[in-house]
């Protein structure tokens, strides 16, 4: 019989050793400072070209892992990777995961694409898997990792496009979120929104995605109603955790809905957006869009910002261009905050290095070097090795540092 009480049982965030502030980009690019509060992002995660999706997917995983026990490490059974970074066309980021990581060799390895949809995707997979019985106890990693390319350089993009990992470990032993069985609903269509027609280019129409990200935020929820009964958008969730481009799509997308839901006044709305969603941008505001890891991110924000005394229901949105969409919901216990607080978040994010825009304009160029298909080229950390020292140098991080016949090599710092 299929084990109903699944989902997450632990989650990590790894978004790098460097930052750039959003309003010295505006001020240094020339951009409309008018703009920057309809954007409401303060930083952007930064990578470092010693980094990969590869790295960054290890180094938020591993601190989950070196929590479990033997015995609870080797019933991580499915590997599932998320990404728009890409190392190879056929080969996964989970098989280098996988090893450096340490798991047992009885894994399934596999990835999942669909834009920023594909995270979400993968947790209702590996919800599946765990929660099937067929394999009672296994756990399931899914990893989104992504590092942006420069190719929105100059634009109001750029601001908003990160670097960053988040690492989801599901299993029947639910301590941060509760998957609501059932309750979820979907929306999708072929749309040319935003899309990755090479390697190293990302491009589309913003203005159509806005659109598309609020229909189908609109239309999923419809769906997610007809499933739930007596689902109710204004009522029904305690907080809401939504894919996050920036924050004020978000607010955008929840004034919205308030509207045509409930036809509340602007007064309400502000105050609803405050207790319900605000929490969700604690991190999302301070580090970017980091894709498929986003509407996590924002899940962890709810965790670590909002007062939790009782189990509450969150209800959440992810969106990937193209076009995909799903509203679901779960529990959140009084205890998650206490679960999530060991790996300090926080913390981790305090430690980053802050960049002026011309070193940042200097780490986008020594980047684009490593470009993907590269069958051999060897780390050279002098450009940068004070900001290696400052963040990696002794702290047990994976960083890249080589590619040899297309194989990427990798070492502890």
Not at 68 to 97: A, H, M, Q
Not at 164 to 182: F, Q
Not at 236 to 244: E, G, L, M, N, V
């Given at each position: ?107 399934r390895l596999m990835e999942i694409k669909q834009a920023c949809y594909a995270g979400a995707a993968s947790l209702q997979v590996a919800c599946a898997i765990a929660g099937s019985g067929f394999s009672p106890g296994s756990k399931v990693l899914v990893i989104c990792t ?15 496009q990160a670097a960053g990992a988040v690492a989801i470990l599901v299993s029947d032993r639910p301590k941060l979120l509760e998957i609501d069985p059932g309750a979820s609903g979907r929306h999708s269509y072929e749309v040319m929104d935003v899309c990755r027609p090479m390697a190293e280019l990302e491009t589309g129409d913003p203005d159509l995605s806005l659109l598309s990200y609020l229909d189908c935020l609109e239309k999923s929820f419809k769906e997610y109603a007809s499933h739930v009964e007596g689902a109710d958008f204004c009522n029904t ?177």
């Amino acid at each position: 019989m299929r084990n109903t009480r699944v989902g997450i049982e632990a989650i990590n965030l790894y978004a790098g050793p460097t930052y750039v502030s959003v309003k010295d980009m505006f001020e240094a690019r020339g951009l409309d400072l008018g703009r920057l509060d309809n954007l409401n992002m303060n930083k952007k995660s930064v990578a470092l070209p010693c980094e990969d999706a590869v790295s960054y997917g290890v180094n938020a995983a591993k601190p989950i892992i070196d929590r479990l026990t033997l015995e609870e490490r080797n019933r991580i059974e499915t590997v599932i990777t998320v990404t728009e970074s890409p190392v190879d066309f056929g080969k996964s980021l989970s098989t280098y995961i996988h090893d450096w990581l340490g798991l047992h060799p009885n894994c399934r390895l596999m990835e999942i694409k669909q834009a920023c949809y594909a995270g979400a995707a993968s947790l209702q997979v590996a919800c599946a898997i765990a929660g099937s019985g067929f394999s009672p106890g296994s756990k399931v990693l899914v990893i989104c990792t992504d590092i942006a390319r420069a190719v929105a350089r100059d634009t109001y993009a750029e601001p908003t496009q990160a670097a960053g990992a988040v690492a989801i470990l599901v299993s029947d032993r639910p301590k941060l979120l509760e998957i609501d069985p059932g309750a979820s609903g979907r929306h999708s269509y072929e749309v040319m929104d935003v899309c990755r027609p090479m390697a190293e280019l990302e491009t589309g129409d913003p203005d159509l995605s806005l659109l598309s990200y609020l229909d189908c935020l609109e239309k999923s929820f419809k769906e997610y109603a007809s499933h739930v009964e007596g689902a109710d958008f204004c009522n029904t969730f305690d907080y809401f955790a939504f894919h996050t481009p920036f924050a004020g799509m978000v607010k955008g997308a929840h004034r919205r809905m308030m509207r045509r839901l409930r036809g509340a006044s602007s007064e309400e709305i502000e105050a609803d957006f405050r207790k319900r969603v605000a929490p969700s941008l604690h991190y999302c505001t301070e580090v970017g869009n980091i894709y498929a890891g986003t509407v996590f991110l924002a899940l962890c924000g709810v965790i670590a910002s909002a007062h939790i005394e009782a189990s509450s229901r969150v209800g959440m949105f992810s969106y990937g261009s193209g076009c995909s969409s799903e509203f679901f919901s779960g529990l959140l216990p009084a205890s998650s905050r206490q679960v999530l607080e060991p790996l300090d978040i926080s913390g981790q994010l305090r430690r980053r290095v802050r960049l002026d825009v011309p070193r940042y304009d200097e780490v986008l160029d020594l980047n684009a070097e490593w470009c993907f298909g590269l069958k051999d080229k060897t780390v050279d950390r002098s450009p940068y090795s004070d900001l290696y020292e400052r963040f990696f140098e002794g702290k047990g991080l994976l960083t890249l540092t080589a590619i040899k016949g297309f194989h990427r090599e990798y070492a502890w710092s």
